[in-house]
């Protein structure tokens, strides 16, 4: 992709950086930043962006710099959609596209950590890629090939003997088991969906009804469950007195004042340490290869 190409181009733009008071660090290579120290250069890299004029070498530089600094966003975004079964430098490719875009929407003034607004927008590009992509149901990929020859082998017999073709016709061209032409069968039905508006006939009392009504509602709170299973490991090596303080505020709903009275210490203390916990729990999610 054109877009991700142009990620890799910066070290033409070395030369150009400035040498004035407001000079940013010249990095080598943005790709080997860690997540935490990404987050603080990027704060400075988007106070540069802002002044400087579009299209010029130091505009490039910073923008790409952005880009490459943040892809951990993207290879944990990525990570979240590994089951589907496509090819993970694909995914990661598209998710690159919303990092792209989230980096030149981003806003300074907002007070809002880049973090927080750019996985949106990674995590919308991906699923618009399997929206866009993938069949209606998950088909395994050598079911999906066999779908294409099926229709090949079908339309060539149809035409050679003037009819629709039996299975067993079908199994000795494309030199398959029967059993195996009708899983391909099968398989050919998960490639197109019926519209969730597509009218069902109902009882006599109810009378017509549309296919969306007699689905059930999502569940908000399924979302959550891969996001608890990648906080447990990193809890449970928080020490004693921090998973009592995650447990009273996010479990039991205390408020900081009850929770200081409990710990002993000042309101104003439990609030720097809930905050340096998240912070802590924070990074660690957004470590590469924690899912």
């Known amino acids: ?57 130091e505009f490039q530089y910073v923008r790409n710099t952005l880009i490459e600094m943040n892809l951990s966003l993207v290879r944990y975004a990525a990570s979240r959609f590994r089951a589907r079964g496509d090819s993970m430098e694909d995914v990661v490719q598209v998710g690159t596209i919303g990092l792209i875009k989230a980096i030149d929407r981003f806003e300074v003034s907002r007070e809002v950590e880049f973090t927080t607004f750019a996985v949106p927008y990674i995590v919308g590009e991906i699923k618009r890629f399997f929206r866009d992509t993938s069949w209606a149901v998950h088909v395994p990929r050598r079911l999906q090939e066999a779908r294409t020859e099926l229709a090949k082998a079908t339309e060539e017999l149809s035409s050679r003997l003037g009819r629709m073709p039996t299975t067993r016709e079908l199994s000795e061209l494309m030199s398959l088991s029967e059993e195996e032409v009708i899983e391909a069968r099968k398989a050919s039905n998960g490639y197109q969906s019926a519209s969730l508006d597509a009218a069902v006939t109902g009882d006599a009392e109810n009378g017509e009804s549309v296919l969306a009504d007699l689905l059930g509602e999502e569940d908000p709170s399924l979302e959550l469950v891969e996001d608890f299973h990648s906080l447990a490991p990193l809890i449970a090596g928080l020490d004693d007195r921090e998973r009592r303080i995650i447990h009273l505020r996010f479990v039991e709903e205390r408020t900081q004042a009850q929770i200081a009275e409990q710990i002993g210490v000042s309101q104003m203390h439990v609030s720097r340490l809930i905050s340096r916990i998240l912070k802590q729990l924070r990074a660690g999610l957004l470590e590469p290869g924690v899912a």
Not at 12 to 22: F, G, K, N, P, S
Not at 24 to 43: H, N
């Open 1 to 57: 992709m054109a877009a991700v190409t142009a990620v890799q181009a910066t070290a033409t733009a070395q030369d150009a950086v400035t040498t004035d008071e407001a000079a940013l660090p010249l990095i080598e290579d943005p790709s080997r930043v860690s997540p935490k120290d990404a987050r603080q250069l990027s704060r400075q890299f988007f106070d540069r962006l802002v002044v400087l004029e579009e299209g010029t070498h």
